[in-house]
């Protein structure tokens, strides 16, 4: 094992400038958006591609939104169970609920004065378990945060969302695309699952900045309890087990399942 881990990190050296510099293909609308019309494609983004359009006057406005659960809206991976979409959905929702959060007033529920967050996962490809176990053992070798992976078999994710005033009309919207790297902060995990569910978190992030005015401030959140329906913001014991494996677990990393104890 430890001699394929060693063959696995040569030949992925000869490949990580490339890698390092990939980008998902930018892809056209699904129709889950209300309109697509004054989307432009983000040059400074390395590692995804990304669509967006903001009206600035109407985001800086907005105070309060409610957060609506994501969707599947497009091409999701067959192999994947109910329950595992289930569980990449929720991943979706807490890490884009708790982002928002920072930027503005989340609402309890759905009310005539919110503006509403519209989130429908277009894509979703499963990870490739065969070379996760070489691969963790590879990275034992490699300290610091940048994991190195097989170029083949890596999972993926995309979305799309949009911010609504509350008569309905669209204040911002992006498409976000991005596929898991060979190199980079991308953990591998025996999940088929691994790679969408670790995505959800560069999803929340890009959508929380698209739809930030750039003159608004952080929100002062004084309480997280609209977003704790989708579990804790931050797992330690996911944490752990990354540390110690370097593999990557949706079970501990994301929001609690039904059947986790409270």
Known sequence: MICKAIKLVTALGCVTALAACATAEVYPGSGFLSSYEGLEERTDVVRA????????????????????????????????????????????????????????EIAEQRDAHSALVRVGVTRMESTDQAGSVVAATANFFIPGPIKVRAPIGLGGLGAEAELLMPDGVQAAAIVWRRDAMAVGTDKPSLSRIGDAHQLAEPLGDMVAEAFSSEVRDDHENVSNAPCKRFGPRIRPEGFIIGITTGLYQPELSGGKTDSDPE
């Not at 969707?71 to 807490?94: K, Y």
Request: net charge negative; aromatic share 8%; proline share 2%.
């Open 49 to 104: 591609s990304v669509l967006q359009r903001r009206d600035e006057a109407l985001v800086s406005s907005i105070e309060r939104v409610w957060v609506a659960p994501a969707e599947i809206f497009g091409e999701v991976d067959r192999t994947l169970s109910e329950e595992e979409r289930r569980m990449v959905l929720t991943e979706v929702d807490r890490q884009l609920c708790y982002e928002l959060s920072e930027r503005f």
